[in-house]
Every structure is written in C-alpha cells, then in structure tokens.
Nanobody, 114 residues
Framework: VQLQAFGGGFVQAGGSLRLSCEIP????????MGWYRQAPGKQRDMVAT???????NYADSVKGRFAISRDNAKNTVYLEMNSLTPEDTAVYYC?????????WGRGTLVTVSS
C-alpha cells in the first residue's frame, strides 16, 4: 500500500501550509492516520494523529497551531499548519496504521525561513 503526500514547500515564518495525504479507500475507514516529521539529524517524531474513532492527539510543540482532519469522500487526511516557525522545518510523512500494519507515504519537505 503506497500513500501519497502532497503540499510541502517553502514558507516564511508565521505562514501556513496544508499537507494532504491520500489513503487507499480500501483501508481508509479502518486505520488510524497521522503525520510525522523528521528534521535533519533528528529522529522521526509524531506530529498529529487521528484515530479511526475520531480522537486526535498532537505533539506539544504544535498544539494550537496544527490541525489534523480527514475528508471521507476524498479518502484524504490533511495537516493544516499555521504560525510556522523555522523549528517546523522537516520532512513530513503521513502514516496509516491498522493493528501491527503500518503504511507510510513518501515524505514532503517543509522549509520555514526566518
């Protein structure tokens, strides 16, 4: 299963971006879905998760600035990112998980300039 993420780019501090990730319809309604990021030289960290029952979870560093959402008709999960700072610069990955099965998308680079 290959996920496809879109929406990365270059933005100035204080700006906004929206990432999107299309998840195959065959699994969309049964997976937990989330966004992770990996900055240069650092480990990959969870940014936001939406569980299939609708609960969400955010990293402390993005609470109040980022929002994860889903569009069932488009089988797509989004990450709305506001008030971006240079510390948000990273490659962002989407993930879908069902039990022990994990599906990752290719990363999309977000660069925030100061």
């Amino acid at each position: 299963v290959q996920l496809q993420a879109f929406g990365g780019g270059f933005v100035q501090a204080g700006g906004s971006l929206r990432l999107s990730c299309e998840i195959p319809r065959s699994i969309f309604n049964v997976v937990d879905m989330g966004w992770y990021r990996q900055a240069p030289g650092k480990q990959r960290d969870m940014v936001a998760t939406m569980f299939r029952m609708g609960y969400t979870n955010y990293a402390d560093s993005v609470k109040g600035r980022f929002a994860i959402s889903r569009d069932n008709a488009k089988n797509t999960v989004y990450l709305e990112m506001n008030s971006l700072t240079p510390e948000d610069t990273a490659v962002y990955y989407c993930k879908a998980q069902y039990g022990h099965y994990e599906y990752w998308g290719r990363g999309t680079l977000v660069t925030v300039s100061s």
